[in-house]
């Protein structure tokens, strides 16, 4: 049998860039409420914790569609899952600005978009898998995970803006015009897997979706880092949910929250964009998942009690860094100490962790919230214990040096 010639194409590129336009709109259409949290319930005459809903059903559809999302992720491949995810996202975003002054629809098309982002975000270590070499994967899960948090940044700075200038309708209708012009891209542009693999044949070789599940639930690492996912994914959805409700109380207006918010994002790209190439040539995960535990932490601090404008959004910006950049080394190091397992399953695994925390992190937060002030100070310190102890957890893994 003639040998399977092995080829890294520069078209990756181009397939992964589309898969980051598409992915960036879908957190960006997740969390544009957030940072107008008080407009939005004043516009809708609803509670801020009705429009906290229309970010947190996201995460309850999330937790019912997971594993479907990532069967069909790793029996049809990435692109069949990404292209139905991608016309989830067009048409309900669309539906979504069309009929924006009915809170009815508007909460429906965010149920209809949130239909399409497990197949969406759970399928960046395959598209990874399918298209980069093995010492390019972290830097691809980094880029993939870049997008979606320039989606959200782009969400916490210009929806402000927007809304300010043009009015609720208006902003909605445009978010939904950019949703199916992402998608349009992807389709256009993405393939389901090159020519010729980028790595031996042997090395992608994966099992069965439900036999890598079991495998995965009785692998010692993996359970531990599902905990530490739990913890940052649960912080970062809680705190993106309610950044305008954090920093209200002590008189930042809704343009600064979503500056704050902006900042962490900044922070997070830039840590994305760096730590995984840093991990990807040293050929480690483990310690920069500690630094980054360790790191965030002063950063939550500074959020939590900062009554300057500036130390406030310095703060932001060291939480995101720290915090955001261990993504895309988490989801590579799941990938590898699960091997051979399929890489959907295992993403979509850790993800569903932080959907599970997010919803009762949400409502942890609201609910323990100061009640003559609305304060998180509480809430925040809860999330700095937590932290303390992921990184308890994390000094127990193994790397996946074997797996490098």
């Known amino acids: 049998m003639a040998e399977t010639k092995i080829r890294v194409y520069g078209y990756r590129w181009c397939v992964l860039g589309a898969f980051m336009f598409l992915a960036a709109m879908t957190q960006l259409l997740w969390i544009t409420f957030a940072p107008i949290t008080g407009s939005a319930a004043r516009y809708y005459q609803t509670s801020d914790l009705i429009i906290g809903l229309l970010s947190m059903n996201f995460m309850v559809i999330f937790m019912l569609t997971v594993l ?6 790793d029996t049809r491949g990435f692109f069949p899952a990404v292209g139905l995810g991608a016309a989830f996202t067009a048409v309900f975003a669309l539906t979504r ?38 010492n390019e994967r972290a830097i691809a899960s980094g880029f993939g995970t870049l997008a979606m948090y320039l989606g959200i940044l782009a969400a916490m700075i210009l929806t402000p803006i927007l809304t300010i200038r043009f009015g609720m309708e208006r902003m909605l209708l445009i978010y939904g015009a950019a949703a199916a012009l992402a998608a349009l891209v992807f389709i256009a542009v993405a393939r389901e897997r090159p020519p010729s693999p980028p790595c031996p044949v042997a090395d992608e070789a994966r099992s069965l979706m439900f036999d890598g599940l079991k495998a995965m639930l009785r692998n010692r690492d993996f359970i531990v880092l599902l905990i530490i996912f739990f913890v940052g994914l649960g912080m970062f959805n809680g705190v993106s949910t309610w950044i305008e409700n954090i920093v209200r109380p002590r008189g930042f207006t809704i343009s600064q929250a979503g500056m704050l918010g902006g900042m962490m994002l900044i922070g997070g790209i830039l840590g994305a964009l760096t730590i995984p190439i840093i991990s990807d040539r040293i050929r480690k995960r483990k310690p920069f998942m500690l630094l980054s535990l360790a790191g965030l ?3 939550l601090v500074g959020m939590t009690f900062a009554l300057n404008y500036a130390v406030l959004l310095v703060s932001g910006f060291g939480f995101g860094f720290f915090l955001l950049s261990s993504g895309p080394i988490g989801f590579q190091y799941g990938a ?13 695994l850790l993800l569903l962790m932080g959907q599970v925390s997010g919803i009762l992190f949400i409502f942890g937060m609201d609910m ?10 509480g809430s925040l310190l809860v999330l700095v214990g937590l932290t303390c102890v992921s990184f308890a957890l994390c000094t127990q893994l193994k790397d996946s040096k074997a797996r490098l």
Not at 68 to 73: D, F, M, R, T
Not at 108 to 119: E, H, Y
Not at 368 to 377: I, N, Q, Y
């Open 336 to 348: 590898e100490i699960t091997h051979p397992a399929p890489e959907g399953t295992s993403n979509s």
């Open 297 to 299: 932490i002063p950063g």
């Open 368 to 377: 323990v919230k100061s009640p003559g002030s609305g304060a998180m100070t």
């Open 97 to 134: 600005g069309i009929f924006s002054a009915n809170f009815t629809v508007v909460f429906i098309s965010q149920m209809g978009i949130a239909l399409g982002q497990p197949l969406i975000v759970g399928s960046i270590t395959k598209l990874a898998a399918r298209w980069f070499p093995v």
């Open 68 to 73: 479907p999302s990532a069967w069909l992720i």
